[in-house]
């Protein structure tokens, strides 16, 4: 590492040595900074802050910039949204480094505004955090602080970890003994507002009563820089690029560090939030088709300890349904419960409500579950067949490999099964793979797991920015090695402890996870298993460019009423990535060079894993037999008829009673293609 350094803690005390880059100077156009304002001031009933938002439904009181001195005598700033009385109310954080309002990202930033009414919130939200008109308005005070480093906040931006989480939980019981506060606390937001919770609620402040991570990641390693082993530094360089900071602040650079450490040591294993230590009750939700936050928010509703935890997975995009005004009344019946102590039948939601995806036709959506996975879930092995191209349900005899060049744009390897019937596949999948690299000493695999109309084209399906109904899986082969204390059968788990390079004529097996997915499939319809060699992209390209909105604000206030015409400044507006031209470190490469093999059969037992349910009143039967097929499923299925095989919790039979739930899917697969 050469340049800026500081010292970070991980979760034990130690101090750990860590790179630092430069941010946006807060002035910069796209750090969109009204300037720092100390100030107290009445947001009236009506007024607007922005054109085209919703006026606010009340009379909001408003602290701008109140200082919050951490444990480490750094002082951070945050705006405060409470209602325009004398009483303490329970309080929603909201924490992250985009700027306490507007900021560096908004959805004015998205094309169409990210299918999300302008209407629908206030503006005076921070970006992906609550709306305080609407809380404000049920009661509740609104924590938006600028974490340290960010803005005018003193310190270094940091990429989560121990620190991170002792920071939040900092600001936590600040915030308690204030006044206006009843000493309960709760946490909402979505994305880098929900991976702030799980850091900040591994800490247990004690005032902390309640969390809601909508969608985000909780392991840095696996799950965003360094899937699989596969470093991605292209979203991590855009997030950075985008943080302004005073000159004597920057941010942690998370490049340099990879660059540093390509294997696991203790400033990796401290970007992995302690999820075994949260205990307060959490509203969490999820989507199978996110790119970034599917697998570890799913891995947070599994594997924290809290007693009082539920789950929905939707359909949609992260934002949208954050600001869905149904599920922020959902949201509301949770922290009313949780936060304002109201005895309001929450309990009685059912602790998992799913959504299955159904590309060429209709999602289910709110499926009720008794947990998730799905507990009469069943795994069936599907054995590859190089030779044919193919996916057999029994071992393939004979051995065959496919070789493709990982240095061409366009190269890989597909495997194909067609639907003998109606199909749902919910769940962990894995890729079990031989491979052999002809003239390198690594391999970075790309995997997807995907559905396809009977003549082999793409359906067409919609969801959010950015998000695909394929289930995505990804290694490094030399980083293969499994922690097999935290691997299970259907979901592998790299230690990254260790390099294997490999050697002229090695050909080894590696376990690929296959991030979870739900997908209804039609008879005919085609299981697709893609194997892509992964490459670097020097920026990052997703869906949307980031930084363009130019956003007109009143220049004395903060809201007003439009009749007034006030005089308007305007922020923002910036051409470019914002920090595309601050240095930074050099971007890590993938590993790909040469030819690739996969190898089936025989010994080679090359497989993809998936999920699929029990049929039989509790007895497996993942996929069907001729015999079975022939007989209807009339016998023994549940409800007698075909069509209805899967083992139906007592909440889903009550909802597809009173007509609200559609008919449970069959379970069965076919011929290969």
């Known amino acids: 590492m050469n340049g800026k350094t500081m010292i970070l803690h991980d979760r034990n005390g130690n101090e750990m040595t860590v790179a630092v880059r430069k941010a946006l100077p807060v002035d910069a156009p796209s750090a969109r900074y009204p300037g720092f304002k100390p100030e107290t001031l009445l947001l009236k009933k009506g007024s607007i802050r922005l054109k085209g938002y919703k006026p606010l439904p009340c009379d909001i009181l408003l602290e701008r910039d109140v200082p919050v001195t951490l444990r480490d005598g750094v002082t951070i700033y945050t705006d405060i949204f409470r209602p325009n009385d004398d009483k303490a109310h329970p309080a929603i954080m909201a924490m ?29 939200q921070k970006f992906e955090g609550p709306d305080p ?74 005032h902390l009563a309640a969390i809601a991570p909508w969608e985000g990641l909780n392991d840095c390693c696996r799950e965003v820089a360094t899937r699989g082993g596969v470093m991605m530094p292209e979203f991590v360089k855009m997030l950075s690029d985008s943080f302004a900071s005073t000159e004597s602040g920057g941010v942690e650079d998370v490049i340099a560090m990879m660059n540093a450490h390509p294997t696991m040591n203790n400033w990796w294993e401290d970007k992995e939030a302690e999820l075994e230590k949260i205990d307060v009750p959490a509203y969490i939700v999820a989507s199978y088709s996110n790119p970034i936050h599917t697998y570890g928010t799913l ?85 590859l067949n190089a030779e044919e191209g193919a996916m057999e349900e029994t071992p393939v005899s004979h051995e065959s490999s496919v070789q493709y060049d990982s240095d061409r744009k366009r190269s890989g390897a597909s495997f194909s099964l067609r639907m003998a019937e109606d199909t749902e596949i919910t769940g962990y999948m894995k890729l079990r793979l031989w491979v052999e690299a002809l003239d390198h000493d690594d391999m970075d695999l790309a995997v997807t797991v995907e559905k396809r109309r009977p003549n082999g084209l793409k359906y067409q399906y919609t969801l959010g920015p950015g998000m695909d109904t394929a289930a995505t899986g990804y290694i490094r082969v030399s980083l293969r090695a499994l922690d097999e204390a935290r691997s299970a059968e259907e979901r592998p788990f790299q230690s990254m402890a260790r390099e294997e390079k490999l050697k002229k004529g090695d050909i080894v097996p590696v376990d690929i996870l296959i991030w979870p997915m739900g997908l209804l499939f039609k008879k005919g319809d085609i299981l697709r298993v893609n194997v892509k060699p992964y490459k670097t992209k020097k920026l990052w390209t997703g869906p949307f460019k980031l930084k363009m909105a130019k956003i007109d604000l009143p220049k004395e206030g903060y809201t007003y009423f439009p009749e007034d015409k006030p005089e308007m400044v305007t922020i923002g507006g910036a051409e470019m990535f914002a920090g595309s031209q601050v240095d930074t470190a050099e971007m890590p490469r993938d590993h790909n060079r040469g030819r690739h093999v996969i190898h089936t059969g025989g010994k080679y037992d090359s497989y993809h894993q998936l999920c699929a349910g029990e049929n039989h009143r509790g007895a497996p039967h993942a996929f069907s037999s001729p015999r079975h097929r022939r007989a209807g499923c009339q016998r023994h299925c549940q409800g007698g008829r075909r069509g209805q095989g899967l083992l139906l919790s007592p909440f889903y039979r009550q909802k597809r009673r009173a007509g609200k739930a559609p008919p449970a899917p069959h379970l069965g697969m076919g011929t290969r293609i």
């Open 299 to 383: 891995e947070g509703y599994r594997r924290i300890s809290s007693k009082e935890k539920w789950l929905r997975i939707h359909n949609t995009g992260e934002w949208d349904d954050y600001y869905n005004a149904e599920h922020t009344e959902d949201l509301r019946k949770f922290f009313d419960r949780y936060l304002k102590g109201e005895q309001n039948g929450w309990e009685d939601t059912p602790r998992v409500r799913l959504s299955v995806l159904n590309p060429g036709g209709k999602d289910v959506v709110d499926r009720v579950e008794e947990d998730f996975p799905i507990p009469r879930t069943r795994y069936k092995k599907l054995f």
């Open 133 to 206: 008109a609407y809380w404000c308005d049920h009661g509740y005070a609104i924590i938006n602080p600028d974490v340290r480093g960010a803005y005018n906040s003193e310190g270094i931006i940091l990429f989560f970890g121990s620190d991170y989480g002792r920071d939040g939980a900092d600001i936590i019981e600040w915030a308690a003994k204030q006044p206006w506060c009843s000493g309960k606390i709760g946490m909402s937001g979505n994305s880098w507002l929900a991976i702030s919770q799980w850091f900040t609620a591994a800490q247990n402040p004690p």
């Open 96 to 124: 992250s480094p985009y700027g306490k309002e507007i900021g560096s990202q908004w959805l004015d930033d998205t094309p169409n505004h990210a299918g999300i009414p302008m209407e629908a919130t206030s503006g005076l």
